[in-house]
């Protein structure tokens, strides 16, 4: 049983990418304001998976494992980083203030 674990791991990275791509996908190419998605869920995940790629590195030294938190660490961060972006600045409704002037009045070269 052991070597068929060992021989199925590196298919979690593949199964953890082909995962975020909907979302990541539906963030880049969105319509509206993601207000139905939350984004402190997404930075609370980013930093669970940076702890647990920290740990993996520093205590498990198991590469496959800390390769696999890795790249889901980046991934969540990405979506964390595409929900505020989407929120705070692509659809941000903005309001510019203008001064009422007058047009300028074209101004007669004189040469003597």
């Known amino acids: 049983m052991e070597h068929?674990?060992?021989y199925l791991?590196?298919?979690?990275m593949?199964?953890?990418?082909?995962?975020?791509?909907p979302q990541i996908r539906s963030l880049l190419f969105?319509?509206?304001?993601?207000?139905?998605?939350?984004l402190s869920t997404w930075v609370m995940w980013?930093?669970?998976?940076?702890?647990a790629f920290g740990y993996a590195v520093t205590n498990l030294h198991?590469?496959?494992l800390a390769q696999t938190l890795g790249i889901n660490f980046?991934?969540?961060?990405?979506?964390?980083?595409?929900?505020a972006y989407n929120r705070y600045v692509r659809f941000e409704t903005r309001f510019i203030f203008r001064e009422n002037r007058a047009p300028a009045l074209p101004v007669k070269n004189e040469i003597p």
């Open 9 to 12: 791991y590196p298919s979690v």
């Open 62 to 64: 198991d590469p496959a």
């Open 4 to 6: 068929l674990f060992s």
């Open 74 to 83: 980046i991934l969540t961060v990405v979506t964390a980083l595409l929900i």
């Open 46 to 51: 980013s930093f669970g998976t940076f702890i």
């Open 30 to 38: 969105a319509k509206t304001k993601p207000d139905n998605i939350s």
């Open 14 to 21: 593949a199964i953890s990418i082909v995962g975020f791509i």
